[in-house]
C-alpha cells in the first residue's frame, strides 16, 4: 500500500486546513487509520485516530481538530480548526493494513505533509 497524504500549507493563526491520506495499491483491508505529527526538535505524536470503535484524539487538539473517513475511497482526512503556531508540525498518516484475509495488520506510514502556522 502507498498512503499519500496531502493538504498541508501555510495559515495564520485561527485559520483552518484539511489534510487527506490516500491508500493506493493492493491490500486486503485497513483497520485503523491515524495521523501523527512531528514538529522540529521534538517526538512524534499521536494527533487522532479513527477505527471501527470510534476516534480518540491526542489532548492537545481535542475539540479542534476532527478525523473522519471514506472507506469507499479508502481516505482519511483530518480537519484542524482554530490553529495554532504549536500545531506547526510535518503531519504522517499511518494505516494498519492486512494484505491477505488470514494475515495481521502491518503497520504502514505515509510521507508527511508540512502544516505552518504563523502570522
Known amino acids: 500500500v502507498q498512503l ?5 500549507g501555510l495559515v495564520q493563526p485561527g485559520g483552518s486546513l484539511r489534510l487527506s491520506c490516500e491508500a493506493t495499491g ?29 476516534t480518540n484524539y491526542g489532548d492537545s487538539v481535542k475539540g479542534r481538530f476532527t478525523i473522519s473517513r471514506d472507506n469507499a475511497k479508502d481516505r482519511a482526512y483530518l480537519q484542524m ?3 495554532k503556531p504549536d500545531d506547526t508540525a510535518t503531519y504522517y498518516c499511518l494505516a494498519y ?23
Open 97 to 119: 493494513v492486512r494484505y491477505g484475509a488470514g494475515s495481521h495488520y502491518t503497520k504502514e506510514w505515509g510521507q508527511g505533509t508540512l502544516v505552518t502556522v504563523s502570522s
Open 26 to 54: 493492493m491490500f486486503f483491508s485497513i483497520g485503523s487509520m491515524n495521523w501523527y505529527r512531528q514538529a522540529p526538535g521534538k517526538q512524534r505524536e499521536l494527533v487522532a485516530t479513527i477505527a471501527d470503535d470510534g
Open 4 to 8: 499519500q497524504a496531502s493538504g498541508g
Open 81 to 83: 480548526n482554530n490553529l
